[in-house]
């Protein structure tokens, strides 16, 4: 499948290769009718298109991708410096992609000390009386302040490693914390997760599993379970927990276990299966670089390690063949959701789905992990 891999990912670049021109100094967020919406750097998903780039760069050597993903990261930078838009749990979504990557690369010593920077930012978002990064809202706010959701554990990577170049446990310390208090609260007794929890400001109880993208509360929005699969699968490569080892795989087991025929998720496992059920590419692409991340860990004549790469591999050349777009296209794969529930891009490209397609394949086609960890 080599061969398919690398004609997707010749493919996919062409594509980047046009949107240099295309976004210019803006960034893609999700799309209307094939075209995406261009923002200021100012949203969460800012960090995806950069890394595209860098991606881009590190499979080509082209000079152009260089260029564009330097100019993009120094925008990232100077976004960093100045605080804007940085309200959120979302700091490694938007840092580790972008000066991450360019110090994994190029071993830029300003990177570096930006993304440090981008872990402290971070770490304004700890309640550390609660054990966990609040979501959304003011710092604190008394309706959401006890707010988490799932894909944070996404962030964690970024302090797991801050922690490492700094020497400084503060790092390691919330993030191990904030993992805990998901893997116990999020998590499900039947392996599959809440999207969002709420904990007593109070007296540091919890209250109740919720949703904001997902079909309800008591359902199981299939991107937040991808955000599982990786973000425990990164948490025990930080850790060497065992418990995270086996969160990752009960979440993997139930997200295969639910996925329909072609192997691609729809967007909430729960959502009634009907003519208009939407799929959820960017789930799906999700979960096949957590499934390429935890197969590192199985023993490879284990039932579970069959499983998950035949799954894997299955999966991505669905995703290859039906969902990745023509070569003049914006998006690099269609059907993707941000929030069927609430009527926002429910059927679209969205850039984290393109980000985590293109990583997958270059972890597929070229061994290439992504910049969560700095191990190449």
Not at 12 to 36: C, M, Q, W
Not at 47 to 66: D, M, P, R, T
Not at 326 to 347: C, F, I, K, M, T
Request: negative net charge; charged residues 25%; proline residues 3%.
């Amino acid at each position: 499948m080599t061969k398919l891999y690398e004609a997707a990912i010749e493919k996919a670049l062409g594509n980047v290769s046009k949107n240099i021109e295309r976004f210019g100094e803006l960034y893609p967020h999700t799309s209307t009718d094939d075209i995406y919406s261009l923002n200021p750097n100012n949203d969460w998903t800012a960090g995806f298109w950069v890394g595209i780039l860098w991606q881009a760069y590190e499979y080509s050597n082209k000079e152009e991708f260089l260029t564009a993903a330097k100019k993009a990261t120094s925008q990232m930078g100077e976004r960093l410096i100045a605080d804007r838009h940085l309200d959120t749990h979302d700091i490694g979504f938007l840092y580790t992609p972008t000066t991450g990557a360019q110090w994994i690369i190029e071993k830029d010593a300003e990177a570096k000390e930006l993304t440090i920077k981008a872990a402290d930012r971070l770490m304004k978002r700890y309640r550390s009386d609660l054990k966990i990064f609040q979501a959304w809202g003011p710092f604190r706010d008394p309706e959401i302040g006890g707010r988490f959701i799932i894909d944070c554990l996404m962030n964690m990577p970024l302090l797991f490693w801050a922690s490492e170049e700094t020497k400084d446990d503060k790092y390691r310390d919330a993030a191990i914390a904030f993992v805990e208090t998901t893997r116990k609260y999020l998590v499900r007794g039947d392996d599959s997760t809440y999207h969002t929890f709420y904990m007593n400001q109070t007296s540091g109880e919890p209250e109740r599993g919720a949703t904001q993208q997902g079909y309800s509360d008591g359902s199981t929005w299939t991107r937040g379970q991808a955000w599982s699969i990786y973000g425990f699968a990164l948490a025990y490569r930080y850790t060497n927990d065992p418990a995270y080892l086996d969160t990752s795989l009960r979440s993997a087991r139930y997200f295969i276990k639910h996925l329909p025929s072609n192997l691609v998720a729809h967007w909430d496992f729960d959502a009634p299966i009907d003519e208009h059920i939407k799929p959820d590419s960017s789930a799906s692409a999700i979960a096949a670089c957590g499934f390429h991340e935890l197969l590192e860990w199985l023993d490879e004549d284990s039932n579970d390690y069959k499983l998950i790469k035949e799954t894997m591999e299955k999966s991505m050349q669905t995703l290859i063949k039906d969902y990745s777009t023509d070569s003049n296209a914006q998006g690099l794969l269609e059907h993707g959701s941000y929030s069927v529930r609430e009527g926002n891009s429910p059927d679209d490209y969205v850039i984290w789905g393109d980000y985590f397609y293109l990583e997958a394949l270059m972890r597929l086609e070229k061994g290439k992990k992504g910049y969560w960890y700095e191990s190449r």
